[in-house]
């Protein structure tokens, strides 16, 4: 079982598991700031039970110092289902388009063929607000 990021018509598809995509998502993050990667990471290992302390407050106010809202709309969106509308992908792809990042991942059934994510997502994202499509997380 793994996640899949689909647009209508585009050639180009993510298919992995949560992890890779967890681990993919956690590289963007750094990517941004690193700083803002270190929090994102904290978040994203943050189990329930634990309970909110000072720490845990000033990290959400840093979070909302540097974050970036348009960067935002992926990072935190559902890893197992969904959709991004066209003008959400726009406000990514804004975030993204000069970004270069060597994070390579396999197809399931083919896993000698591998592919850079951050290239895919550029693609995906770009074709769904050209085409007016919807990227669907599935």
């Given at each position: 079982m793994g996640l899949n990021l689909r647009v209508e018509g585009c050639d180009v598809e993510y298919e992995n598991g949560y992890i890779t995509f967890m681990q993919f998502r956690l590289a963007l993050a750094s990517k941004y700031d690193k700083e803002f990667g270190d929090i994102?990471?904290?978040?994203?290992?943050?189990?329930?039970g634990t309970p909110i302390t000072e720490r845990?407050?000033?990290?959400?106010?840093?979070?909302?110092?540097?974050?970036?809202?348009?960067?935002d709309i992926f990072l935190n969106h559902s890893d197992c289902d969904g959709k991004m509308t066209p003008s959400e992908c726009r406000k990514v792809y804004n975030v993204i388009k000069d970004w270069e990042m060597d994070f390579t991942y396999h197809n399931y059934p083919d896993v000698n063929i591998r592919f850079n994510m951050l290239e895919n997502l550029k693609v995906m994202l770009k074709y769904s607000f050209e085409k007016r499509r919807i990227l669907r997380f599935s």
């Amino acid at each position: 079982m793994g996640l899949n990021l689909r647009v209508e018509g585009c050639d180009v598809e993510y298919e992995n598991g949560y992890i890779t995509f967890m681990q993919f998502r956690l590289a963007l993050a750094s990517k941004y700031d690193k700083e803002f990667g270190d929090i994102y990471k904290e978040c994203m290992l943050y189990t329930g039970g634990t309970p909110i302390t000072e720490r845990r407050i000033k990290i959400g106010e840093r979070w909302n110092e540097i974050c970036n809202d348009d960067l935002d709309i992926f990072l935190n969106h559902s890893d197992c289902d969904g959709k991004m509308t066209p003008s959400e992908c726009r406000k990514v792809y804004n975030v993204i388009k000069d970004w270069e990042m060597d994070f390579t991942y396999h197809n399931y059934p083919d896993v000698n063929i591998r592919f850079n994510m951050l290239e895919n997502l550029k693609v995906m994202l770009k074709y769904s607000f050209e085409k007016r499509r919807i990227l669907r997380f599935s």
